[in-house]
């Protein structure tokens, strides 16, 4: 994996897209690091979008009233959410420099959140950045059963029907395994995102009900 130093450096938002398209992200070592770096892994991990492994007893949660799913309606949240120490993850590597440039880009329509709520609380989520056709996942969070998991299957019928072409995990965990996620080499990874960054795609915060769920049902179809 290389790592480049990013702290001798300004960083805004427009810099942290250039990197996106040349196939770098951001990371700091941990919650209370200053500085920043930018990964640019041997292998990288992706979603294929039409390999999707959707189970059938998470499809069923999915298309029940467990949780009302939105879209951008709480952004800072979630990555709050994202960036709080649990159990099994005691450290983060979303500090607060990372949670002002990512604000920025949700304000300038760059990023956007998938949140899980349940009787008017935020119980699980997502976010990511969407550059032409490609989505850059960064991270998701849960304190509900299923909650992160549900998030993951709306973004990715959400980026079918957008038309998106690369959904880009970072790294593959067993998680996201379990999904489909698989590892590709650094060069077939900038091939795709080349591909992809020119696709017309766009983030549909809001779809139509009737076609998100005929969306869902076809990726619990190739089941």
């Given at each position: ?41 041997e292998l990288r991990g992706v ?47 979303i500090n607060p420099e990372i ?125």
């Amino acid at each position: 994996m290389t790592r480049h130093g990013a702290g001798l450096t300004e960083i805004t938002p427009d810099l942290v897209l250039r990197a996106y398209r040349a196939g770098l992200f951001p990371m700091a070592e941990r919650r209370d690091g200053e500085r920043l770096y930018w990964l640019d892994p041997e292998l990288r991990g992706v979603q294929p979008l039409d390999a999707f492994h959707l189970p059938r007893r998470l499809a069923r949660t999915v298309l029940s009233d467990t949780f009302e799913v939105r879209c951008d309606t709480a952004f800072a949240e979630v990555m709050h959410g994202c960036a709080a120490p649990t159990p099994d993850r005691p450290e983060t590597w979303i500090n607060p420099e990372i949670e002002r440039l990512f604000g920025a880009l949700h304000v300038m329509g760059h990023a956007h959140s998938v949140e899980c709520w349940q009787q008017g609380r935020l119980v699980g989520g997502l976010y990511g950045v969407a550059l032409g056709g490609a989505f850059f996942g960064e991270s998701m969070f849960s304190t509900a059963r299923d909650a992160s998991k549900v998030a993951l299957v709306h973004l990715v019928a959400r980026l079918r029907l957008g038309g998106f072409r690369l959904l880009d995990t970072q790294f593959v965990t067993e998680h996201l395994a379990r999904f489909g996620a698989i590892e590709i080499p650094r060069a077939e990874y900038r091939r795709r995102l080349l591909v992809a960054l020119e696709a017309p795609a766009r983030f549909l915060a809001d779809p139509d009900p009737a076609m998100l769920r005929a969306e869902i049902l076809a990726l619990r179809a190739r089941d």
